[in-house]
């Protein structure tokens, strides 16, 4: 039976996060999933890759592991992720302790998507150049690994570099919480076959079938199972799929994706909450 979340930016008038968390588990959601902004700089140098003006709600992101956490204390059964975590803009212990505490909270159902970031200025505001982004992310995901699983970490690369620390608490979930990489580009095979634990693409225009086997390819290539990879994907009705939404889930689980994640529009609750009925009337056709 596939598996269906919903990804959403809270912001100070949206839906607020253990309201959209409650309703997601009582209507049949198996996972919550927000995305991160730390902020957005005013010289707005860097195109918004979706193309078009840059959306207000960009401006206004909840610290998505604050939200999370809130939700994690409000339910039972629902996974928990992040759609992505931005890690370049984060602390390598910092972030080890941030995600293996909320993974403590709750108790084993935290999913780490996680992304480099497309935004030069906000990047540069964190001390990252946009050339390294990529580099950083490897170094800081291997290295927040070697913290999870050891009780003595160390860590020497170029970008991250540390001597043997302790740091607890380690998370509920053995070797850590899923990884899934965010992104997609001739690079991401080999990045999420080395150090991921699967995919969550947006459904936007990419050979997304192409994608899942280079990325099995690449895994076997290294000796890892195709089966031990997590592929999901977020779309939702403001692509305005041909066929309607329903034939492309029925499409995009035929293709091997295991989770669709449905996108909730950044709106008042007088706008989100007829786009959540919807979406929770379309889930029950596939179970």
Same mark, same amino acid.
């Given at each position: ?6 990804i ?6 949206t ?8 309703w ?8 919550l999933?927000?995305g991160?902004?730390s902020h957005?700089?005013t010289?707005r140098?860097t195109?918004f890759?979706?193309?078009g ?30 759609s ?8 390598t212990m910092n972030?080890?302790k941030?995600v293996?505490?909320l993974?403590r909270?709750?108790n ?5 998507g ?9 990047m540069?505001?964190?001390? +990252? ?6 580099? +950083?992310?490897?170094e800081?995901?291997l290295?927040?690994k070697q ?6 970490a160390?860590?020497h690369?170029t970008?991250?570099?540390?001597e043997p620390i302790?740091?607890?608490p380690k ?10 990489m ?18 969550i693409?947006?459904d936007a225009?990419?050979?997304?079938g192409g994608?899942?086997e280079?990325?099995r ?7 890892r ?18 066929g309607?939404l329903?034939?492309r ?12 994640v449905?996108?909730?529009p950044?709106?008042?609750p007088?706008?989100?909450?007829p786009?959540?009925?919807?979406y ?8």
């Open positions: 039976m596939a598996d269906f979340g919903l959403a930016i809270p912001t100070h008038y839906v607020q996060p253990v309201e959209l968390g409650r997601a588990e009582a209507n049949g959601f198996e996972s999933w927000f991160e902004h957005i700089p010289s140098k195109p890759p979706m193309g003006e840059l959306p207000q709600y960009y401006k206004e992101f909840f610290d998505p592991f604050v939200g999370l956490s809130a939700v994690a204390g409000a339910t039972d059964k629902l996974k928990l992720g992040t992505v975590c931005l890690v370049p803009e984060h602390n972030l080890a941030m293996a505490c993974d909270v709750a084993g159902r935290f999913l780490f996680i992304g480099a970031g497309w935004n030069a200025e906000e540069a505001d964190h001390g +990252v150049e946009l050339k390294d982004r990529w580099k +950083v992310t490897r800081r995901i290295a927040i913290i999870w699983t050891k009780d003595v160390e860590f690369g970008f991250v570099n540390f302790w740091c607890w998370p509920v979930q053995a070797g850590g919480p899923p990884v899934l965010g992104a997609w580009s001739k690079f991401v095979p080999k990045r999420v076959a080395e150090y991921c634990d699967g995919w693409p947006v225009g990419i050979d997304l994608g899942i280079a990325i390819s690449e895994g076997r290539r290294r000796g199972s195709s089966d031990e990879f997590d592929f999901s994907v977020l779309t939702g009705e403001e692509f305005r799929p041909a309607g329903e034939a889930v029925g499409a995009l689980l035929k293709l091997g994706f295991h989770r669709v449905l996108m909730v950044t709106a008042a007088d706008k989100q909450w786009a959540l009925e919807r929770a009337k379309l889930i029950r056709t596939f179970h």
